[in-house]
């Protein structure tokens, strides 16, 4: 409960972040987007400390258009080798320069938003007016100038992030900024916060490794391909695309202006501080309408997190009912289908993983094979003192023509199913946010369970005093007082409440709203997985 | 059954039928016998001919693995200079013993070696060759266990070994390093090709073998993706759920295809590359028996020389010991005379078997590599026949 929620260690988020080709960026129909606009952050409507929104207008014009360029630099060609054994989900670059020599596919369909994207992907009809596009390039090392903890440098990379777009809220149609990978964790755990109950794309991970590492080529390579495959995800949402968050991440030049996440010892630490207060009496003890609006773990008030903790534990463990719980049936069965659906995902993907490491290993050994017949080949023709054997050798030559051949068709193949395969991963990978955004659910629910226990054992407490008062003397003023007290806590806590059974309702009706578009975007993107796989394995040999 | 080369059947000189000679062989209906650890594989041999050696048109008996082993070793004695087929190897581990797969591959290889041997117009014409399809079990045995180890070797022999040992230490000890060999440049240059051409077919044999596997493999993961998507259909809603699931059905259906394709892979190219490999091992058996014949007829040469030098130095002297001194050179010259024939009977077999066994292992090898090409070819359509079929399917899904 202390952690932050979507720091769970999830073995596939970082496997999806490294493999997906599918380029895509859709900008979905603009009918949806515009029920959405009453859903923003409700950060920006209860509180004003939130952007300080000053929009440059003055775009920067990048020194190459990034979006033009193919984004793998040359050296990564060398990772073919026919030795290398490693995992192939986990290097993309080796099959970008796939992609670029095997072109066994005809795209079927004429509107193409980027040059790269599947034939098969749900892209928008070209005409279609809204579109934000992103593309992150150009890894430089910069240098921290000493802070007074860290005495010396401290190196990290910037990305150049340049955008193209036409929504009206940019104000400029093309732009760019230098931002490093800790701004992007902060844009993450910003919309995580503000867009409670919605499917937020999961972000790239952070990677726990020596600074070596870090600055090594090819660690650079994937996480700025991680990186603008989330940042095009988050274009693709429909609602988070409008975001200011958003929106100040690819356009604010200089520091990110977003507070950053404090990291949990301190949030620990400010809350230990505040605990033995709220106890005494000195800190408000109870939970403020602005603060019932936002979930209790990962923030510093330990004494509403121990209360909710209570009642969660009287949910499942007391005699009694909690006075309001989740009855909706249809989300109870959908959550259900939904954790189903997780794990088969999860197995076919794996399985998906084999099969491609089949097909790797099938066309390694045939290239070998190939090599083997060719060197004998040109033996026998060099040491021919019969001409059975001349005859020989041309017959192995036609062998390993053939092995070769075989061993590039599987390569080839590989590279295509690999793209289609990823949209399990992908989806495997949404299924998190799936998991966060019920869960969002959940701790609104259990907030309004708290203050409603809360606000029972107050009004109990109030009756009480009322009654006994009664029977004393000279307790009067004491009483009374501490009855106002009741009465001030009671009416703050009935605002809250009713700030958090709004704000439940309206996370359960994002969650509606969000689970319905995962359903569509889902079926369409399967299908044209399922026929993007279907066609490949067939067109490949064709073309052989 | 295997197409391999065979040259004709020679022409028996005393064949008196107007009929062409003709000496069939089949190795077939292999049978496990016996319990246990003494279990072992028998199989039918069945011999069809009209040769006048031979008793009867047609004959059957029963022979275990180890009996061709006694033929091979006789031929391998008798017939030098001459590459005996090779026969398939003894198998090491148990377990694959008693499977139907290693049976058959046995039963073929062996099928081949009998009828390789019955096909030379040398080999064809050997009594061991009449003993092996036509005796009796009992007889069979019989010569079998007579054979076993070192007491094959006849005494002779064993005088061969001892001398061979003795001169080669002999020759350390007087500072010839190396054994004496042949300094024919055409010889060394057809030794290091053989060297050479082992060591490609075995690589390239590895190769093929590991291919068969992936076959096995590839045919695995399809069947495991093929299930794992069904069961990802089954969560999704109609149309989803259904193209899912022809998917699945597909991939599984394919999953069946791949380990029989495996199979003919290693039974029409993998073993062919094994069978190239053995063969060229039975040439390096003869080169070694050349090695042997030639140092022999050297060293009765020297030995000759050395007697000659004594001889001469007895009839000077008149000594009484010349008379049998003289016996003893008669008797050493016939040995030479009879070690130098033995060698170059050796080199003039090698040369034409050299022949025969180039033009027989381009046609083996011809023969097996278009296996290769048409297996290869046939599971390409299928694979791709199965997706293309399934196409249609899709598109109907995600239109409804």
């Given at each position: 409960?202390?952690?932050?929620?979507?720091?769970?260690?999830?073995?596939?988020?970082?496997?999806?972040?490294?493999?997906?080709?599918?380029?895509?960026?859709?900008?979905?129909?603009?009918?949806?987007?515009?029920?959405?606009?009453?859903?923003?952050?409700?950060?920006?409507?209860?509180?004003?400390?939130?952007?300080?929104?000053?929009?440059?207008?003055?775009?920067?014009?990048?020194?190459?258009?990034?979006?033009?360029?193919?984004?793998?630099?040359?050296?990564?060609?060398?990772?073919?080798?026919?030795?290398?054994?490693?995992?192939?989900?986990?290097?993309?670059?080796?099959?970008?320069?796939?992609?670029?020599?095997?072109?066994?596919?005809?795209?079927?369909?004429?509107?193409?938003?980027?040059?790269?994207?599947?034939?098969?992907?749900?892209?928008?009809?070209?005409?279609s007016s809204e579109y934000i596009k992103i593309a992150v390039s150009n890894p430089q090392k910069e240098v921290q100038s000493s802070n007074k903890i860290v005495p010396g440098g401290n190196t990290y990379v910037t990305y150049l992030i340049t955008t193209k777009t036409n929504l009206p809220d940019f104000g400029a149609s093309e732009f760019s900024v230098r931002r490093r990978f800790k701004d992007v964790v902060t844009l993450s755990d910003r919309l995580v916060e503000a867009y409670r109950g919605f499917l937020i794309p999961p972000r790239p991970d952070k990677n726990v490794v020596e600074s070596q590492v870090m600055q090594k080529q090819e660690f650079v390579e994937q996480r700025r391909f991680a990186l603008e495959k989330y940042l095009r995800r988050l274009a693709d949402h429909p609602v988070i695309r409008k975001s200011d968050e958003l929106r100040v991440f690819l356009q604010v030049q200089g520091r990110l202006p977003l507070a950053a996440s404090a990291d949990v010892a301190s949030r620990v630490i400010d809350g230990a501080v505040k605990l033995p207060r709220q106890l005494f009496g000195d800190a408000p003890s109870t939970i403020g309408p602005q603060d019932a609006v936002q979930p209790a773990k990962g923030g510093r008030d330990l004494l509403r997190m121990f209360k909710e903790l209570k009642q969660y534990v009287a949910n499942d463990w007391g005699g009694s009912r909690p006075l309001v719980d989740e009855e909706d049936k249809g989300f109870l069965e959908k959550k259900e289908r939904?954790?189903?659906?997780?794990?088969?995902?999860?197995?076919?993907?794996?399985?998906?993983?084999?099969?491609?490491?089949?097909?790797?290993?099938?066309?390694?050994?045939?290239?070998?094979?190939?090599?083997?017949?060719?060197?004998?080949?040109?033996?026998?023709?060099?040491?021919?003192?019969?001409?059975?054997?001349?005859?020989?050798?041309?017959?192995?030559?036609?062998?390993?023509?053939?092995?070769?051949?075989?061993?590039?068709?599987?390569?080839?193949?590989?590279?295509?199913?690999?793209?289609?395969?990823?949209?399990?991963h992908e989806y495997l990978g949404l299924m998190l946010s799936v998991h966060t955004a019920f869960s969002d659910r959940a701790s609104a629910l259990l907030t309004v369970q708290t203050l409603l226990s809360e606000l029972s054992s107050l009004n109990s407490r109030a009756e009480k005093l009322e009654t006994s008062s009664s029977k004393r003397f000279g307790g009067n003023k004491s009483r009374f007082r501490k009855v106002e007290e009741l009465q001030e806590a009671i009416r703050v806590t009935e605002d809250a409440k009713n700030c958090a059974a709004q704000e439940y309702e309206r996370i359960k009706e994002n969650n509606r709203i969000e689970i319905e578009r995962l359903d569509a975007e889902r079926k369409a993107d399967f299908l044209n997985m399922l026929k993007g796989f279907v066609t490949n394995q067939f067109n490949v040999i064709c073309h052989d | 059954?295997?197409?391999?080369?065979?040259?004709?059947?020679?022409?028996?000189?005393?064949?008196?039928?107007?009929?062409?000679?003709?000496?069939?062989?089949?190795?077939?209906?292999?049978?496990?016998?016996?319990?246990?650890?003494?279990?072992?594989?028998?199989?039918?041999?069945?011999?069809?001919?009209?040769?006048?050696?031979?008793?009867?048109?047609?004959?059957?008996?029963?022979?275990?693995?180890?009996?061709?082993v006694w033929l091979r070793d006789r031929l391998f004695e008798k017939y030098k200079g001459?590459?005996?087929?090779?026969?398939?190897?003894?198998?090491?581990?148990?377990?694959?013993?008693?499977?139907?797969?290693?049976?058959?591959?046995?039963?073929?290889?062996?099928?081949?070696?009998?009828?390789?041997?019955?096909?030379?117009?040398?080999?064809?014409?050997?009594?061991d060759l009449r003993i092996f399809l036509q005796a009796d079990e009992q007889t069979m045995e019989r010569a079998r266990s007579q054979e076993t180890g070192i007491?094959?070797?006849?005494?002779?022999?064993?005088?061969?070994?001892?001398?061979?040992?003795?001169?080669?230490?002999?020759?350390?000890?007087?500072?010839?390093?190396?054994?004496?060999?042949?300094?024919?440049?055409?010889?060394?240059?057809?030794?290091?090709?053989?060297?050479?051409?082992?060591?490609?077919?075995?690589?390239?044999?590895?190769?093929?073998?590991?291919l068969v596997k992936r076959h096995r493999e590839l045919g695995q993961s399809l069947s495991d993706f093929g299930r794992a998507v069904k069961l990802l259909g089954a969560c999704e809603g109609e149309a989803l759920g259904k193209a899912f699931s022809e998917l699945g059905t597909k991939s599984e259906m394919l999953s069946f295809k791949l380990p029989k394709e495996a199979q003919h892979l290693l039974m029409n190219f993998e073993e062919p590359l094994k069978d190239y490999?053995?063969?060229?091992?039975?040439?390096?058996?003869?080169?070694?028996?050349?090695?042997?014949?030639?140092?022999?007829h050297c060293e009765l040469a020297e030995t000759i020389k050395m007697k000659e030098i004594d001889l001469n130095k007895l009839r000077l002297t008149r000594s009484e010991r010349t008379a049998d001194a003289e016996h003893e050179y008669e008797e050493l010259k016939a040995d030479g005379e009879e070690a130098r024939r033995r060698f170059e009977t050796i080199v003039r077999l090698m040369n034409e078997e050299m022949v025969r066994f180039q033009e027989e292992k381009t046609l083996d090898m011809g023969h097996a590599f278009h296996e290769f090409a048409k297996g290869q070819s046939r599971l390409a359509n299928a694979i791709a026949d199965a997706w293309r079929s399934l196409l249609p399917k899709l598109e109907a899904c995600s239109s409804s």
């Open positions: 409960m202390m952690g932050s929620e979507n720091q769970e260690a999830h073995p596939h988020a970082s496997r999806e972040e490294m493999q997906s080709l599918i380029l895509d960026d859709t900008s979905s129909s603009s009918s949806t987007s515009k029920s959405f606009s009453s859903y923003r952050s409700a950060m920006t409507t209860l509180s004003e400390s939130h952007h300080p929104l000053s929009l440059p207008i003055a775009t920067s014009p990048a020194e190459s258009d990034p979006l033009l360029s193919p984004p793998p630099p040359p050296q990564h060609r060398h990772l073919q080798s026919p030795k290398s054994t490693s995992n192939p989900n986990m290097q993309p670059p080796l099959y970008f320069a796939d992609v670029g020599e095997v072109n066994g596919i005809e795209s079927p369909s004429p509107s193409q938003s980027l040059e790269k994207s599947s034939p098969f992907s749900r892209s928008s009809s070209s005409s939904l954790r189903d659906l997780e794990q088969q995902l999860s197995n076919a993907s794996q399985q998906a993983e084999s099969l491609v490491k089949a097909q790797q290993d099938m066309g390694e050994t045939m290239g070998e094979l190939g090599l083997a017949f060719l060197k004998l080949t040109k033996f026998e023709n060099e040491e021919a003192v019969l001409n059975a054997q001349r005859i020989r050798a041309a017959d192995m030559k036609n062998v390993a023509t053939a092995a070769v051949k075989a061993s590039r068709y599987y390569r080839g193949l590989n590279a295509q199913t690999v793209s289609h395969l990823d949209t399990l | 059954m295997q197409q391999r080369s065979f040259s004709g059947v020679s022409q028996s000189p005393r064949s008196p039928s107007k009929q062409p000679p003709y000496l069939a062989v089949s190795v077939t209906d292999p049978a496990k016998m016996g319990n246990g650890v003494q279990a072992y594989i028998s199989y039918k041999v069945i011999t069809k001919t009209n040769l006048p050696e031979y008793q009867g048109l047609e004959k059957i008996v029963i022979r275990r693995y180890s009996d061709f001459i590459f005996i087929p090779p026969l398939p190897e003894k198998s090491t581990v148990e377990k694959f013993r008693f499977t139907a797969e290693f049976i058959e591959m046995r039963r073929q290889a062996l099928d081949i070696f009998v009828n390789r041997i019955a096909s030379h117009h040398e080999l064809q014409q050997s009594e007491f094959k070797k006849k005494p002779a022999d064993l005088m061969q070994i001892f001398k061979d040992v003795q001169s080669r230490v002999s020759d350390v000890v007087l500072g010839k390093e190396k054994p004496v060999e042949e300094s024919n440049p055409d010889y060394e240059k057809l030794k290091r090709y053989v060297f050479e051409l082992e060591d490609h077919l075995a690589e390239a044999q590895k190769h093929a073998y590991r490999v053995r063969a060229v091992h039975s040439v390096k058996g003869t080169i070694a028996e050349r090695a042997a014949a030639f140092r022999q």
